[in-house]
Antibody, heavy 125, light 111 residues
């Protein structure tokens, strides 16, 4: 069974750093993109970025470029989402997902086919 | 760049059909594939439609997706509505680069 297992809920203070994880199993981890999606309280889904574990190529949403770091350790089939200095506005649920990246006449397209259960991050000021 | 606009909520009785719209503001809806995700309370999202109208294995054929160029919209139709279909539904597309957009989500209530 294809699974993405995310790390547990985090409660942090503004200014602290944080790294959450997403471990894949049941498939070839290095051959599929992994993405991160944010859902702030009461809000919709937001695309943050993706990484290809095979070569660590990373693509960020312009909204999140420079705000977070996406990385991977393919030796343990785990992707990460990292903040160097958290803000209260980072309070949200963060989902990882396996991402299919395709090519069409219009360029790339992306969709998520398997999702993790989500990691709640709460940042107090 | 572009936005995807969905109605905030729709409601219908069990056994009926509900259709959710996803209108692209700026650019053509058929310029890139549209996906639909279901998020039930307390459960992580699942994909119900990809590439405009394809169903992943395990998704019942009560779920269908379509595109209408004249209204520049994508549609998710759920027929034979069941209580378990009560959830938030999100459309998603991209502009062919790294810009990926989700719609604001539609809450489906089964009366």
């Amino acid at each position: 069974e294809v699974q993405l297992v995310q790390s547990g809920a985090e409660v942090k203070k503004s200014g602290e750093s944080l790294k959450i994880s997403c471990k894949g199993s049941g498939y070839s981890f290095i051959s599929h993109w992994i993405g991160w999606v944010r859902q702030m309280p009461g809000q919709g889904l937001e695309w943050m970025g993706i990484i290809y574990p095979g070569d660590s190529e990373t693509r960020y949403s312009p909204s999140f470029q420079g705000q977070v770091t996406i990385s991977v350790d393919k030796s343990i089939s785990t992707a990460y989402l990292q903040w160097s200095s958290l803000k209260a506005s980072d309070t949200a649920m963060y989902y990882c997902a396996r991402v299919v990246v395709g090519a069409s006449t219009a360029g790339y397209y992306y969709f998520m086919d398997v999702w993790g259960i989500g990691t709640t991050v709460t940042v107090s000021s | 760049n572009f936005m995807l606009t969905q109605p905030h909520s729709v409601s219908e009785s069990p056994g009926k059909t509900v259709t959710i719209s996803c209108t692209r503001r700026s650019g053509s809806i058929d310029s890139n594939f549209v996906q639909w995700y279901q998020r039930r309370p307390g459960i992580s999202p699942t994909t119900v439609i990809y590439e405009n109208n394809q169903r992943p294995s395990g998704v019942p054929d009560r779920f269908s997706g379509s595109i209408d160029s004249s209204s520049n919209s994508a549609f998710l139709t759920i027929s034979g509505l069941k209580t378990e279909d009560e959830a938030d539904y999100y459309c998603q597309s991209s502009d062919g680069t790294n810009y990926v957009v989700f719609g604001g989500g539609t809450k489906v209530t089964v009366l």
